[in-house]
């Protein structure tokens, strides 16, 4: 017997998606998930502009990702024309990052996914039933907000990122005030894992996939860097970002991709809890998305607290951000944003002006492998009710946490 299933808006997640799923007798299933958002433009909007304007409209591509985006064109153009950021601009840069990925990370796990297995409707009736999970999803978003704000200048659309520097350098009280957060909220980063480890996500059948993120410099645990990691352990210059789509290659990028690759990088406690959680690697498994968020939690508030003691240990001095001075240049660079590998690429003339570009956001990479799943899950499943069917399904795409906004770009 032959049906269609058909999501016209999945549910919480960051934009609009939609899902098509048609199954038929001989049990031949295709699947068409989209992106509901339209195309907006952006890279139409930016060509003709001047590259000193591009890291302020680019964070418009997206509220959640805002600053990932801005710090993925600094980076770029900084690489294009050969400027070199101070260490402190490199610190701050950093800190601000982990608070942007704690902020996101926690708005995944306890706004987005944990409300459904706890049989709520959404956040607001999840934490009225179970204070507890509520106030801890709270505190840890407002902490990765206070750090985003307080380094880089703005939630959302941060404005102190700039190609060579860094425009305001936060006072030592305020990353005094940063620590004590930290300390504080650490605990609930941890008792995150404990949560998430503990759900029952059902059987997943298993699809294959290869790992691919930026390779961080040096041997940290980190979101920049020159060349790509992938699982099979090559190491790919970033002007081969195509390669990542090739032949339809089922490819995933993010959290659980990064675990995947560099566990043995992450800090100590970090490194512990994961142990801890019995999370066996490799795995392709889009549930254990969560438990990789998670750990990363921890692994930004330990990283964090780093950061702090060693900019105070150092010193905070005002700088002054360089002059850029335009090349005909090809600016190219991927960081990995909370969602995975993001890319921006871009073609500047000798008056700075942009000629071409090309964004590649996480949601882009990780569809071919969430569309495979969603056919595999549907396979094992045709025997269950359409409304069960359809609520699997929905799970399986937002374990990813696909930001259809940022695909729209």
């Not at 195309?39 to 139409?44: D, E, H, I, L, Y």
């Not at 985006?69 to 490199?90: K, W």
Request: with cysteine; proline share 6%; glycine share 8%.
């Amino acid at each position: 017997m032959s049906r269609t299933l058909r999501i016209e808006r999945i549910d919480r997640t960051r934009g609009h998606g939609a899902l098509t799923v048609d199954i038929n007798s001989g049990r031949d299933i295709r699947v068409s998930l989209q992106n509901r958002q339209g195309v907006r433009g952006f890279a139409n909007l930016l060509v003709g502009r001047h590259l000193e304007e591009v890291p302020s409209l680019v964070a418009r591509v997206c509220g959640n990702c805002s600053y990932a985006h801005r710090l993925a064109a600094v980076v770029a153009i900084e690489r294009g024309l050969g400027l070199r950021p101070s260490r402190q601009t490199r610190l701050l840069r950093e800190l601000a990052y982990h608070g942007q990925l704690i902020a996101s990370h926690s708005f995944h796990l306890y706004v987005l996914a944990l409300p459904h297995y706890l049989g709520g409707e959404g956040f607001l009736s999840m934490a009225e039933r179970f204070p507890e999970h509520g106030e801890r999803g709270i505190n840890l978003h407002c902490l990765g907000n206070q750090m985003e704000e307080g380094i880089a200048g703005r939630v959302p659309h941060p404005p102190n990122p700039v190609p060579g520097g860094f425009t305001r350098a936060p006072d030592p009280e305020e990353l005094l005030k940063l620590r004590w957060s930290l300390q504080r909220h650490l605990r609930d980063a941890e008792k995150t894992l404990l949560t998430f480890s503990r759900l029952d996500y059902g059987p997943v059948p298993g699809v294959d996939a290869e790992f691919w993120a930026v390779k961080p410099k040096g041997r940290s645990y980190g979101y920049l860097g020159f060349d790509f990691s992938e699982s099979s352990g090559r190491t790919i210059p970033f002007d081969q970002y195509e390669q990542i789509q090739k032949d339809g290659r089922q490819v995933q990028v993010g959290p659980l991709a990064r675990l995947n690759l560099f566990s043995s990088r992450l800090t100590p406690r970090a490194k512990e809890l994961f142990k801890r959680a019995d999370l066996k690697l490799p795995s392709a498994n889009p549930f254990h998305n969560y438990l990789a968020e998670s750990i990363e939690l921890v692994f930004s508030m330990e990283r964090s607290l780093w950061l702090i003691d060693t900019l105070l240990k150092r010193g905070i001095h005002s700088e002054k951000t360089p002059a850029v001075r335009p090349k005909a240049r090809r600016a190219l660079a991927a960081i990995e944003a909370p969602q995975g590998t993001l890319v921006h690429d871009y073609e500047f003339d000798e008056a700075g002006l942009v000629s071409k570009v090309r964004i590649i956001p996480p949601v882009v990479y990780n569809q071919p492998l969430v569309a495979a799943q969603v056919r595999e899950a549907a396979r094992v499943a045709t025997a269950g009710s359409d409304e069960g069917l359809t609520s699997f399904l929905k799970q399986i795409i937002r374990a990813y946490d696909p930001c259809f906004y940022c695909g729209s770009v």
